[in-house]
């Protein structure tokens, strides 16, 4: 009778672990299913995935199923607590890729390129605009990331580091004629090998061309590429030197930092720079705001810092410099050029910024209707170009 009694008080408290589980698991589907459902994070700064339509052709297809796992990997309850965790484990445990994020060799956070599914889609809108432009020159510069620019920091069997400059050379065979093309991977990698073993420099500005946090170049790595772009376009470019420059934060952790959320990673410097003789008025069209500053400091408080640049994004911004007598560039782009453009006023009486995610008709009419315009360039980077809404919008 003991024996019997024994054995059924072993078997209950062999299950309780399995009641637990099930207790547990319960609880985190009321959770789940209770809970209000984000539409925004502000780490990530990018919008979450809300439960997909539920029909029989999404089923059929399997859209529902792949929609549902992306809902509830950005709905999951306490996710940025879950992927700091996630992350700190993996990196103890000596991985060198996290989330599709390479540790590089001197501790900056570097993001993997994937083969990229939409590159003829961007070569017929390139091409659409360059065509349909009457008397502009229009100029393309695709830009690499650091994982292509600091190939030599990654990790060992990191993917083809080479990828990202191969399909910059796709893009620019096969675009119109009528693009010129401009080079900057060429100064961006020369640039690299001169400071790639060296620390950072305890100047103002620097040496990293890429942010160790976030996807974006720094400030630095822009004006290389305004060097690229003054090459190409027969201009001058004013010297670093003759900027003022400010730095303007030093806890920037960028959209690179948010796929992991480890502190370990530090963060990142932001410097700004501005011209003695500027005369600025910055005209917003959505919100008909003008302000005499392509930079808005607000957003240095916040978590997206980088949108101090161009104070963050609007369909058009109109921006002129009573310095210049003359000249006019539109440019259409995404936030990679934010930082570039405090550097092209030096050398435009007015500048027109169009974000096509945004601006409706595509920017070719108002380029024609617009005579004074003698420049059009067209910037992207190489790492969000695939999924860059903005990239239907060009024409």
């Given at each position: 009778m003991s024996n019997n009694s024994d054995k059924k008080k072993i078997g209950i408290l062999d299950r309780i672990p399995v009641y637990l589980i099930c207790v547990v698991t319960?609880?985190?589907?009321?959770?789940?299913f209770v809970s209000e459902k984000k539409t925004f994070s502000q780490n990530e700064n990018r919008k979450l995935a809300q439960m997909p339509e539920f029909n029989f052709e999404k089923i059929k297809s399997g859209d529902f199923t792949s929609g549902f796992e992306t809902f509830v990997a950005d709905q999951f309850p306490a996710r940025d607590a879950f992927m700091r965790l996630m992350a700190e484990v993996e990196r103890i445990t000596g991985r060198k890729e996290i989330n599709d994020i390479y540790l590089a060799k001197d501790g900056s956070l570097i993001e993997r390129y994937k083969y990229p599914k939409n590159t003829a889609k961007q070569i017929d809108q390139f091409s659409k605009l360059a065509v349909n432009v009457e008397n502009a020159r229009c100029m393309l510069m695709m830009v690499p990331t650091a994982v292509s620019v600091y190939s030599d920091l990654l990790p060992e069997n990191a993917n083809d580091p080479d990828?990202?400059?191969?399909?910059?050379?796709?893009?620019?065979?096969?675009?119109?004629?009528?693009?010129?093309?401009i080079d900057v991977s060429t100064r961006l990698k020369d640039e690299a090998k001169k400071t790639v073993s060296e620390p950072l420099t305890e100047d103002i500005t620097g040496n990293r061309l890429f942010y160790r946090t976030d996807h974006h170049w720094t400030t630095y790595g822009a004006y290389i590429g305004y060097e690229a772009f003054c090459e190409a376009a027969g201009l001058t470019p004013i010297p670093l030197s003759e900027y003022t420059g400010e730095i303007v934060s030093e806890n920037f952790k960028g959209t690179i930092y948010s796929k992991l959320n480890d502190p370990y990673f530090g963060a990142d410097?932001?410097?700004?720079?501005?011209?003695?003789?500027?005369?600025?008025?910055?005209?917003?069209?959505?919100?008909?705001?003008?302000?005499?500053?392509?930079y808005n400091k607000e957003y240095l408080s916040e978590k997206d810092q980088y949108s101090y640049f161009l104070n963050n994004i609007h369909?058009?911004?109109?921006?002129?410099?009573?310095?210049?007598?003359?000249g006019a560039i539109a440019l259409?782009?995404?936030?990679?050029?934010?930082?570039?453009?405090?550097?092209?006023?030096?050398h435009y009486h007015t500048v027109y910024v169009f974000d096509t995610r945004y601006y409706k008709g595509g920017p070719s009419k108002f380029i024609n209707e617009h005579p004074e315009i003698s420049d059009v360039l067209i910037l992207y980077n190489m790492n969000t170009i695939d999924n860059d809404t903005g990239i239907g919008g060009i024409f």
């Amino acid at each position: 009778m003991s024996n019997n009694s024994d054995k059924k008080k072993i078997g209950i408290l062999d299950r309780i672990p399995v009641y637990l589980i099930c207790v547990v698991t319960l609880c985190f589907i009321i959770v789940f299913f209770v809970s209000e459902k984000k539409t925004f994070s502000q780490n990530e700064n990018r919008k979450l995935a809300q439960m997909p339509e539920f029909n029989f052709e999404k089923i059929k297809s399997g859209d529902f199923t792949s929609g549902f796992e992306t809902f509830v990997a950005d709905q999951f309850p306490a996710r940025d607590a879950f992927m700091r965790l996630m992350a700190e484990v993996e990196r103890i445990t000596g991985r060198k890729e996290i989330n599709d994020i390479y540790l590089a060799k001197d501790g900056s956070l570097i993001e993997r390129y994937k083969y990229p599914k939409n590159t003829a889609k961007q070569i017929d809108q390139f091409s659409k605009l360059a065509v349909n432009v009457e008397n502009a020159r229009c100029m393309l510069m695709m830009v690499p990331t650091a994982v292509s620019v600091y190939s030599d920091l990654l990790p060992e069997n990191a993917n083809d580091p080479d990828l990202q400059q191969q399909i910059i050379s796709d893009i620019y065979s096969a675009s119109s004629d009528k693009l010129q093309k401009i080079d900057v991977s060429t100064r961006l990698k020369d640039e690299a090998k001169k400071t790639v073993s060296e620390p950072l420099t305890e100047d103002i500005t620097g040496n990293r061309l890429f942010y160790r946090t976030d996807h974006h170049w720094t400030t630095y790595g822009a004006y290389i590429g305004y060097e690229a772009f003054c090459e190409a376009a027969g201009l001058t470019p004013i010297p670093l030197s003759e900027y003022t420059g400010e730095i303007v934060s030093e806890n920037f952790k960028g959209t690179i930092y948010s796929k992991l959320n480890d502190p370990y990673f530090g963060a990142d410097r932001i410097v700004s720079y501005s011209y003695p003789d500027w005369k600025l008025s910055v005209e917003y069209s959505d919100t008909e705001e003008v302000t005499d500053t392509p930079y808005n400091k607000e957003y240095l408080s916040e978590k997206d810092q980088y949108s101090y640049f161009l104070n963050n994004i609007h369909p058009l911004i109109t921006i002129t410099n009573d310095a210049v007598q003359d000249g006019a560039i539109a440019l259409v782009k995404d936030s990679y050029a934010n930082s570039i453009v405090p550097f092209l006023l030096a050398h435009y009486h007015t500048v027109y910024v169009f974000d096509t995610r945004y601006y409706k008709g595509g920017p070719s009419k108002f380029i024609n209707e617009h005579p004074e315009i003698s420049d059009v360039l067209i910037l992207y980077n190489m790492n969000t170009i695939d999924n860059d809404t903005g990239i239907g919008g060009i024409f």
